[in-house]
């Protein structure tokens, strides 16, 4: 999450009722690349609920698509036009 290379805001629906959208955070890490689904609410931090490698429907579903790179570890991403999340507006 430090260091993150794709980020999606609002990514998904709460996990409890009434609370807030999670962010989506794709980055490298020294298990290669991970997906990070976390809330960060400034009066109770950040709650990371689920971190795992990178799958490729996550991938997908984004729009972030990889970059040329020769270490998986470090292995970037570009950001094309990511898709509406939040199908209300």
Avoid at 34 to 60: C, K, N, Q, W, Y
Wanted: hydrophobic share 25%; proline share 11%.
């Amino acid at each position: 999450m430090s260091h993150p290379d794709y980020v999606a805001v609002a990514y998904g629906e709460p996990r409890v009722p009434g609370g807030r959208r999670p962010d989506l955070y794709i980055g490298p890490s020294r298990f290669g690349t991970l997906e990070v689904l976390a809330t960060i609410t400034p009066s109770d931090g950040v709650h990371i609920f689920h971190a795992m490698p990178l799958r490729e429907t996550t991938r997908l579903t984004t729009g972030a698509r990889l970059t040329t790179g020769t270490n998986p570890t470090t292995t970037g991403y570009e950001d094309e036009e990511p898709p509406n999340h939040d199908e209300n507006t």
